[in-house]
T-cell receptor
Framework: GDSVTQMEGPVTLSEEAFLTINCTYT??????LFWYVQYPGEGLQLLLK?????DKGSNKGFEATYRKETTSFHLEKGSVQVSDSAVYFC???????????FGAGTRLTVKP | NAGVMQNPRHLVRRRGQEARLRCSPM?????VYWYRQLPEEGLKFMVY????????ESGMPKERFSAEFPKEGPSILRIQQVVRGDSAAYFC????????????????FGAGSRLTVL
């Protein structure tokens, strides 16, 4: 079935460090790919998305490129801030499905 | 424009009681999704509903759990005879149409309902 596998956390970085959170997917169709972020005590918010191969989603300094050849959608940020501390979820949605499948989430803690 | 509204935000139940969680989708959204997040785990899909129809309930436990989305009013996730293992955050999301078509529609999440079973 359709699924997403995320890099396990937790991840702890110092402020201004480079961030990569790996995400790979398995899908029977042609999925759209998403990254959601969950701040403490809140629901999930869409961070960025990409709908076709080689698309790059970007928002708030975060980027992810849809790589069909490696079935990946890794999240990157060049310089993290303390305010980026949250749980990040990779997700996919396939055209012939109506639900969204999430990875297990990766907890990021950024220290000053 | 209010987002997805979930209530109660926190619910405490004793084993054997019933829990009812409510979700009002965003205005204009006709599709509702329920997810469960166990402590230190990711989100698990439970059920997808449209008005008066359950479209996909492949993630719902076979017993004690049910969901509805009536023609009028919020969607309800009902858990009968709760057990400690039901303690989790339950998130509702909505979309205006099937999520994934052209990638144009994404899910908007509520803040969640945290159920604690004593």
């Amino acid at each position: 079935g359709d699924s997403v596998t995320q890099m396990e956390g937790p991840v702890t970085l110092s402020e201004e460090a480079f961030l990569t959170i790996n995400c790979t997917y398995t899908a029977t169709g042609y999925p759209s790919l998403f990254w959601y972020v969950q701040y403490p005590g809140e629901g999930l918010q869409l961070l960025l998305k990409a709908t076709k191969a080689d698309d790059k989603g970007s928002n708030k300094g975060f980027e992810a490129t849809y790589r069909k050849e490696t079935t990946s959608f890794h999240l990157e940020k060049g310089s993290v801030q303390v305010s980026d501390s949250a749980v990040y979820f990779c997700a996919l949605s396939v055209d012939n499905n109506n639900d969204m499948r999430f990875g297990a989430g990766t907890r990021l803690t950024v220290k000053p | 424009n209010a987002g997805v509204m979930q209530n109660p935000r926190h619910l405490v139940r004793r084993r054997g009681q019933e829990a009812r969680l409510r979700c009002s989708p965003m205005k204009g959204h006709s599709h509702v999704y329920w997810y469960r997040q166990l402590p230190e785990e990711g989100l698990k899909f439970m059920v997808y509903l449209q008005k008066e129809n359950i479209i996909d309930e492949s993630g719902m436990p076979k017993e004690r759990f049910s969901a509805e989305f009536p023609k009028e009013g919020p969607s309800i996730l009902r858990i009968q005879q709760v057990v400690r293992g039901d303690s989790a955050a339950y998130f509702c999301a909505s979309s205006p149409a099937e999520a994934g078509i052209s990638g144009a529609n994404v899910l908007t999440f509520g803040a969640g309902s945290r159920l604690t079973v004593l």
